[in-house]
């Protein structure tokens, strides 16, 4: 007769994220799992399509953090968001706690709603916008965005009013971020993995007035020891 491991995570349980977290840590070396409302998954196997863009989405990000004193960034870290989600994902940005960042680490791990969350979504579309849309509007995630592939897409949600807001790109066909002052995309740029004119792009918005005043800002919140 067989017996089951009670200890082990299954997809499709349903857990709180203590538990889950608990759980997880005793996992073997290799599986990612993602408790997303109070359900556990297991993604399945990543294609190229989404490797390539995850790696691009990351330079981009580490591109605006290196000319962005203050702000920090991570890819696939698990995040403890609340009692009913800690997902794993693609990327994320953040100010720094000390400077007035929505963060903090618990044991190592990062706590509470990063600024701005970045998922690349193929076979996991449906998730994306759907449940971890939903976790990451109620924790507090103040910009979701979502790279969608096959068919390319992107979907940038802004939050109003405690909701996430669709935003269409500007007439010039770029993407701004609101919390983050200065991070621009251009998305055909990034389909294209055209890297010229993604970074030409990214570089523009770092050398607005507003991503001035953003880094100014936050280094006015800075006290040296």
Known sequence: MSTIDRTALVAGQRLDRVTFHERYEGMP?????????????????????????????????LHYQ?????????????????????PQPDASLFIRPELGGRTRLEDGFIAGAPELIVEVARSSRRIDLG???????????????VVALDPDEVFWHFRRDERF???APAPDGVHRSEVFPGLWLDARALFAEDLDPLFATLDAGLASPEHAAFVAGLAARRVDP
């Open 165 to 167: 807001t669709l935003m």
């Open 66 to 86: 290196r000319f962005t004193r203050g702000v920090l960034g991570a890819d696939n870290a698990s995040t403890l968001l609340d009692d009913e989600a800690e």
């Open 29 to 61: 070396p290799g599986t990612r799992a993602e408790l997303i409302g109070g359900v556990v998954h297991m993604p399945s196997p990543l294609r190229g399509d989404h490797g390539k863009v995850s790696r691009l989405i990351s330079g981009w990000l």
């Open 131 to 145: 449940p971890k849309h939903v976790d990451y509007e109620r924790a507090g995630v103040l910009e979701y965005l």
